[in-house]
């Protein structure tokens, strides 16, 4: 097998510096931390590790910025968007290499990222110049005139995962940069590469010193409870557990800051008899498999009818089973390595756990040889419902099939959850596909369809999946304010 460029230091040319009002600086405390590669467990990169202090002076830079980038025209911000999603597409293999070495995704899947990532720019670019079109109107007594006017909420605090490291940052920096926020980015330690080699580009395509601040950091909670707690931050954007999204909200609520969370997810994936075993197969491969299966939207569960449920096992075992686990530098990998040990050591214990009680393993349920943090693509049968896999995100290659046999009673088990992120379904009844789809409690349905995301749609959850909405026509809500002026209705002055 071909590894491609392993050796090769692929972030060689990221500054691994705080980005602080326009400036790259070093952590006050000059510590550093180590960024690892999921594929060998050898250290690519040091990058300084930010302090309490540090986080404070970005959150100063931001204060400071924000009157004047709230003030710049909207086609100015849209056409800074405008060149850096156009700079990042002209950087796709150079950033695709940075996140497989830091996060361990196949080089194809990195480069499907970069564009994802990027379209978000695009798309924010294009919304930052249509903010406008508040209410005009008289109330409805006749007596007062009121304008409803779309102001930026202010600094933001955006706290991104290690999943997706640059997607999920242009999710977030692209609606706040386009509504004329200014931002302090929180990347995930383990991927903090690809967040600055972008903060890298949009000080090159003309983004105002201050407007786009980041700290990487070791120690998240030093430095984010006080910023929180502080009173500067007016929104706070954070992607990743639901455990961490409910301190997090604890840690808001005294300045009242508003919040975005996109959090945890426990997908049903349910297969109907009347499915099309060829759509659901393709689909189930992409919603389990993409991304190693670290995917707040990867299939968690899968409900199968009985009548199907042998031939689409075996189906998808053939095909998860023929997938090739490998560095996602190398030629033809499917599968990269998990994100560090212990997420796969978690791995593992769930599959244990859920043969323990009686489900049949029809592929993988191991781990191969040699370094990094691997995990074989895994089908698993006969899933017994209170098996800790059903109610845990699984975060990897693992497939865990229930079957069912009353249509009721599977919409009932899919929503027995405290999570509603997404849901699929397999159905070629139309009425069949349209009553589940609103009978499932989540945020978003895949109807006879493996992937949902899309910069263009809103994408969030209910329940303890999260607060708001991230992409669409309601994106760049998440980061204004509908401010009222009223003028009363009055004869004009004589003369
Ligand atoms: P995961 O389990 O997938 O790593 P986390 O929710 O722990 O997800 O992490 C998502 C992001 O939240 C990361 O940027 C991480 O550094 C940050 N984070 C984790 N704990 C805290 C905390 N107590 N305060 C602020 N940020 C945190």
């Known amino acids: 097998m071909t590894v491609l460029d392993d050796r090769v230091d692929v972030a060689a040319d990221v500054t691994p510096l705080l980005l602080i009002g326009g400036r790259w600086v070093d952590s006050g405390d000059g510590a550093t931390m180590p960024v690892e590669n999921p594929a060998t467990g050898e250290v690519i990169r040091e990058v300084a ?113 290690w999943n997706f490291p640059l997607a999920m940052g242009t999710r977030k920096i692209g609606p706040a940069l386009a509504a004329g926020c200014t931002v302090v980015l929180k990347p995930a330690p383990q991927t903090p590469l690809a967040s600055l080699a972008l903060a890298q580009i949009f000080t090159e395509v003309g983004l105002p010193d201050g407007v786009l601040n980041v700290v990487t950091t070791s120690r998240a909670q030093e430095v984010v409870e006080p910023l929180l707690r502080g009173g500067d931050v007016r929104k706070l954007s954070f992607t990743g557990s639901t455990a961490v999204g409910r301190i997090l909200l604890e840690q808001a609520a005294p300045a009242v800051v508003r919040t975005s969370m996109e959090l945890g997810g426990n997908a049903p994936f349910i297969v109907f008899a009347d499915a099309d075993l060829d759509v659901a197969v393709d689909s189930a491969v992409q919603a389990k498999m993409r991304n190693m299966g670290e995917a707040c939207t990867a299939a968690n569960r899968f409900f199968v009818h009985e009548s199907v449920a042998e031939r689409f096992a075996g189906r998808l075992a053939q095909r998860l089973g023929s997938m090739v686990v490998a560095p996602g530098t190398a030629e033809g990998a499917q599968v990269g390595p998990l994100i560090d040990g212990p997420s796969r050591e978690k791995v593992a214990n769930l599959v244990s756990d859920a043969v323990v009680r009686g489900a049949k393993v029809l592929v993988g349920g191991d781990a191969p040889e040699g370094p990094g943090y691997f995990y074989n693509p895994t089908v698993l049968t006969n899933v017994h419902p209170d098996s800790a896999l059903t109610r845990t995100e699984i975060f990897g290659p693992v497939a865990a099939i229930q079957t069912f046999t009353d249509s009721d009673d599977v919409i009932a088990a899919a929503n027995d959850t405290e999570w509603g992120l997404v849901g699929y379904v397999f159905t070629q009844d139309i009425d069949r596909a349209m009553a589940v789809s609103e009978a499932l409690e989540v945020g978003m349905v895949g109807l006879n369809a493996g992937v949902v995301s899309n910069p263009a749609t809103p994408f969030g959850g209910i329940k303890q999946s999260g607060l708001g909405r991230e992409g669409g026509r309601v994106g760049i809500d998440e980061f204004l304010e509908h401010k009222l002026v009223v003028l009363p209705v009055r004869p004009p002055r004589e003369g």
């Open 49 to 161: 590790d930010a302090t309490a202090a540090d986080g404070r002076a970005a959150l100063d830079a931001a204060v400071a910025a924000q009157r004047s980038w709230a003030a710049t025209p909207a086609r100015a911000r849209s056409d800074i968007l405008r060149r850096a999603y156009e700079r990042v597409i002209a950087d796709t293999d150079r950033l695709a290499a940075i996140m497989t070495a830091e996060m361990g995704k196949p080089l194809a899947e990195a480069k499907g990222e970069v564009a994802y990532a990027a379209e978000f720019l695009r798309w924010f670019a294009e919304e930052a110049v249509r903010i406008g079109g508040g209410d005009f109107t008289r109330t409805p007594d006749g007596a007062n005139r009121a304008m409803v006017v779309r102001q930026p909420v202010g600094p933001c605090l955006l706290i991104t995962p």
